[in-house]
T-cell receptor, first 113, second 114 residues
Framework: NAGVTQTPKFRVLKTGQSMTLLCAQD?????MYWYRQDPGMGLRLIHY???????AKGEVPDGYNVSRLKKQNFLLGLESAAPSQTSVYFC????????????FGPGTRLTVL | AQTVTQSQPEMSVQEAETVTLSCTYD???????LFWYKQPPSRQMILVIR??????QNATENRFSVNFQKAAKSFSLKISDSQLGDTAMYFC???????????FGDGTTLTVKP
């Protein structure tokens, strides 16, 4: 199993450009998550999904959109990138039961100039 | 909303010694789950240990154990016989029953010195 994979690993954008980050998991997990990690601020939840076709807002959703058209994929979109969105983005997935841990991807380092 | 506080941004320990990382949380719920995750430098985050709030017995996983104090809302991680490979950022996480999502602390960067 590849686990949780993220594409791309690195990206540099100019202010106002758009892009989509792809997260894929091959563990048949119901739940998927997008986080951003900034220095000294830990992990902050952007959006999450509890199943195919469903999405929900996390604590910092502004400026991002997501889609979960297939169970194994969770896409994060930036419509008009801003320098404040410079961060490391992590995707995670988990089984449905509460005691199950999240499995994380390797991260995408995004810089917005 | 739940909050998770890790009051030690950085810690260091000598190889083979014991270190304890602190975590406190705030909730009005009686049943929930707590996790410690490890993020090694340039590597993926992985689970270290978990605790279910309704279980009074502290969880242990080899050299890793927790001190869960429900009344104090405290969930500290003890690493015994520290190894160089334990160098990482450690995150405490809280998950409410049926919430579908977790709240993470800001992390503690642990350095194990030879």
């Amino acid at each position: 199993n590849a686990g949780v994979t993220q594409t791309p690993k690195f990206r540099v954008l100019k202010t106002g450009q758009s892009m989509t980050l792809l997260c894929a998991q091959d563990m048949n997990h119901e739940y998927m998550y997008w986080y951003r990690q900034d220095p000294g601020m830990g992990l902050r939840l952007i959006h999450y999904s509890v199943g195919e076709g469903t999405t929900a807002k996390g604590e910092v959703p502004d400026g991002y959109n997501v889609s979960r058209l297939k169970k194994q994929n969770f896409l994060l979109g930036l419509e008009s990138a801003a320098p404040s969105q410079t961060s490391v983005y992590f995707c995670a997935s988990s089984l449905e039961r509460d005691y199950n841990e999240q499995f994380f991807g390797p991260g995408t380092r995004l810089t917005v100039l | 909303a739940q909050t998770v506080t890790q009051s030690q941004p950085e810690m260091s320990v000598q190889e083979a010694e014991t270190v304890t990382l602190s975590c406190t949380y705030d909730t009005s719920e009686s049943n929930y789950y707590l996790f410690w995750y490890k993020q090694p430098p340039s590597r993926q985050m992985i689970l270290v240990i978990r605790q279910e709030a309704y279980k009074q017995q502290n969880a242990t996983e080899n050299r890793f154990s927790v001190n869960f104090q429900k009344a104090a809302k405290s969930f500290s991680l003890k690493i015994s016989d520290s190894q160089l490979g334990d160098t990482a950022m450690y995150f405490c996480a809280f998950k409410n029953t049926n919430a579908g999502k977790s709240t993470f602390g800001d992390g503690t960067t642990l350095t194990v010195k030879p």
